[in-house]
Structures are given as C-alpha cells and as structure tokens.
C-alpha cells in the first residue's frame, strides 16, 4: 500500500480522534451542569467508543497509530519504515490541530484559540508516564485481534486512574493545546507532558524485551534439538548442536554442523 495512502489514513483517523477527546468535552462540559465527575464520564464513554471504531476502521490501512509515541516504537521494531516516521509524526499533529478546530466549529466556537487550562507538576507528569507505558504495553502484548478492543478499554480506564487524565500521546497534547475546553492543556504544560510520554514508551519498550525473553529451558523441545546427526560422503562426519557453516570441498558440498558440543568422528 503506498505511504500516501497511510498518511490519508494517520491524518483523518487522527483528526477524527480529537474531534470526539474535544468535542465530547464540550458537550459533556455543558450538559452536567457544573458536575466534573459526569462531564469526565461522558468524555471517556464517547473516547473509548470513538477510539474503538477509528482502530477498526484505519488499522488495515495504517495501522491507526495517531500517535507519535507508538509510530516511534512500531519504527524502532521495523514494523514502520524509518523514512515513514517523519511524515507519519507530522500527519499526526496537523490532524490533531485540524481535529480540535472542527470540533470548534461543529460547537459554535471561535476556531482559533489556545488553551489556558494548566496541567503540570510532579503528579501529572507520573500520570502521563504511567499512562503512556501501559498503552505501549498493551499493543506491544496484546493478541492482534483484540488490540482495539484492548487499547480503547485501557484508555477509558487510564482516564479515570490517572491524575492526568490520560493523555498519552504527543499528538494528543499538541491538538488541545489549540482548544480552550473541558480537554485542553496550556501551552507551557505541553513539555513536561510529551517528554514524560516518552520515556513511559521507552520504559514500556524495556519491560516488552524482559517479559518476552525466553530461557533455554523454556523453548519448546522441538526448537532445541538434543542431538543432531549430518553425513555425508565427502567427508562422512558427525556433530551435536545447531549451528551450521558451508565449505566446499574439491569434489563436492558438504555440510559442517558446529554445535558447540560433541566432537567430530
């Protein structure tokens, strides 16, 4: 599939995205009367559906990253082109700027604003962190076929854990700053957030690799083979371990097996 093709797919699923974070923020802001616990209700009910249904739609496509966190990751994998990370990081916060102003304009609202809504200190940046190595952790780990599933509920509950409410994503972070609501973030808090979802990503990298090493004594039988036996006319020989070396003899091709245990006969 052409990157062009991905690009559409990063930028409108990331657009669509913070349409439903900042415009369910609105509605729900101006809905509860005054009750932040509702208003944040609602905020994650309509995340956590609208999240759900852009993986499904966008995930064949793109792989519905809307995150530059995650695009580095799946990067540092070789599941993303590295020469695929620069415009898909870019796509993503042009989305998530476009994605705050319709909602703005979908609500009557002045289009272009900033937030003034101050979210820093010590317990938010944690909050980012935490939140952000979870939902690494949870598409790094979790079956291909229940991924969405499995993100969108991780992100409802992040809202409600955590003293941030969840961000976890530099997009995210970089789109309401652009919007003066129930969702936004203040420009000046916007550093400490993206560098503590960072380093939870990298941190969720580090916990992947030591959860899914295997000891030796943990590979299945049928992996580690005990004794293994090669012959052949051109020298007839025989060895004990897996590792395999070719050299050509004046006559013919002969296998050398180089095991690290037994002796050659």
């Known amino acids: 599939m052409s990157l062009s093709r991905k690009l559409l797919a990063e930028g409108l699923g990331t657009a669509l995205l913070m349409a439903v974070v900042i415009g369910s923020g609105v509605m729900a802001e101006r809905l509860s009367g005054g009750n932040v616990a509702i208003a944040l209700l609602a905020n994650t009910l309509a ?15 793109s792989g519905a990253h809307f995150n530059p966190a995650v695009s580095a990751v ?7 082109p590295v020469a695929a990370l620069a415009p898909y990081v870019a796509v993503q916060l042009v989305g998530a700027m476009l994605g705050a102003w319709l909602a703005h304009a979908m609500f009557d609202m002045s289009i272009l604003q900033f937030s003034t809504k101050m979210r820093s200190g010590a317990g938010q940046w944690i909050a980012e962190g935490v939140a952000t190595f979870g939902l690494l952790l949870v598409i790094l780990r979790a079956p291909g076929s229940r991924v969405a599933a499995m993100v969108a509920a991780y992100i409802g509950a992040a809202y409600w854990f955590t003293a941030s409410t969840s961000f976890a994503n530099p997009a995210a972070v970089f789109g309401r700053m652009f919007s003066d609501s129930f969702a936004g973030i203040a420009p000046s808090s916007a550093p400490g957030f993206v560098i503590a979802e960072l380093l939870g990503a990298a941190f969720a990298i580090g916990v992947h690799q030591v959860l899914s090493r295997q000891a030796p004594s943990e590979i299945p039988p049928q992996v580690r083979p005990s004794c293994l036996t090669v012959s052949f006319p051109t020298p007839p020989f025989r060895r004990s371990v897996p590792h395999y070396s070719m050299y050509r003899s004046r006559s013919a091709w002969s296998c050398r097996c180089r095991l690290g245990t037994g002796r050659a006969s």
């Open 47 to 61: 995340t956590v559906g609208g999240l759900y249904i852009l993986i499904e739609v966008f995930g064949p496509t």
């Open 74 to 80: 799946m990067a540092w994998r070789g599941e993303l």
